[in-house]
């Protein structure tokens, strides 16, 4: 979302299609506004919080738009033509996230059999590598403080010539600008969907029913523990409250809750029961509800199959808050 919450952006998709596109809910307006020149298969878009307009990557190519209906859309900058020249590109981006000082967006991509990480700049500059791997890092995340480090995963490795899997032995990681990657923990842990705190200096993320806010200079955690399960979870700023969903049992299209916790007062309220969406849709289109804290923790925004249809939901936060006193 916008940082003045008037402009919300989702995904779209027509069945039996798999490509997404973007649409924006103006919602100063009450208007829905489709893009369709931004369809692509990977990669969540950034939303530049003082404007609403939209970073997305199609291919190789960094792209800009909306929100406005006659907004156009502008070329940003590009991966070099040395690097990808006639091979494969499996995915250019998981996460789009800019650099503390605002200059550059992150890459994790994959061409050919590599898997690659750099950044591209928003004046046009050549990209600036960083690192090479030999199997899957994703779900790169610039600090919030720092812009020359990062976070980011180990994920599950399907060979594209064998057709092996090989498993996340420990699965967070970071890296410095002109150094090594360095996990996260010293002894392998397999936690997932990391996430930054505000403050730079901690990471969170999810283990069991818990979620964890750990401070990268000791590997120190402090757990939060939930009644159920956790699937995804995200925090607020001040890391007072805390929304996340659930399932009893995880398959794409499966039953869902998404619930928000006040840890000030230990309340936890359940805001969605999310029925099973076992058809086509369900198993094709990765709506699991990814709760968040949008627009500085004004709004939560999450996915939900209540209407028996995949829809956007949005809560105020302070009736959240409100109602878990």
Not at 17 to 22: A, G, I, Q, S, Y
Not at 95 to 101: P, V
């Amino acid at each position: 979302m916008s940082a003045d919450g008037r402009y919300l952006w989702f995904y779209a998709a027509f069945p039996p299609n798999r490509k997404r596109v973007l649409a924006v809910a103006d919602l100063f307006r009450n208007e829905v506004r489709l893009f369709p020149e931004t369809g692509f298969g990977e990669g969540d878009p950034y939303v530049e919080p003082e404007t609403g307009a939209v970073y997305w990557m199609e291919g190789c190519v960094l792209w800009r738009g909306g929100p406005g209906s006659d907004a156009s859309v502008e070329a940003v900058n590009s991966l070099p033509e040395e690097l990808v020249k006639n091979k494969t590109v499996s995915r250019s981006v998981t996460h789009l996230t800019r650099s503390a000082d605002g200059r550059e967006f992150f890459v994790d991509f994959c061409i050919g059999l590599g898997y690659y990480f750099g950044s591209l700049t928003l004046n046009g500059e050549p990209w600036r590598f960083w690192w090479r791997f030999d199997r899957n890092y994703n779900h790169a995340q610039f600090s919030p403080t720092e812009p020359d480090l990062v976070l980011f995963a180990e994920e599950h490795h399907h060979d594209p010539i064998t057709g092996l899997t090989f498993p996340i032995v420990n699965r967070m990681w970071r890296i410095r600008r002109g150094e090594a990657p360095m996990p996260a923990f010293s002894k392998p842990t397999r936690v997932s969907h990391e996430w930054w705190d505000a403050d730079g200096a901690h990471v969170w993320c999810v283990w069991g029913n818990e979620t964890w806010r750990v401070r990268l200079a000791d590997e120190t955690v402090e757990k939060i523990a939930f009644p159920r399960p956790c699937w995804h979870s995200h925090s607020s700023r001040n890391g007072q409250w805390i929304v996340g969903d659930s399932t009893a049992r995880f398959y794409r299209g499966c039953p869902s809750t998404v619930h928000f916790l006040n840890r000030e007062t230990g309340r936890e309220i359940v805001l969605a029961d999310n029925p099973e969406r076992a058809n086509d849709v369900g198993r094709n289109y990765h709506n699991d509800p990814h709760p968040r804290f949008c627009s500085g923790d004004r709004y939560v925004v999450f996915t939900t199959t209540v209407r028996g249809e995949v829809d956007v939901a949005v809560a105020l936060t302070t009736e959240l808050v409100a109602l878990t006193f």
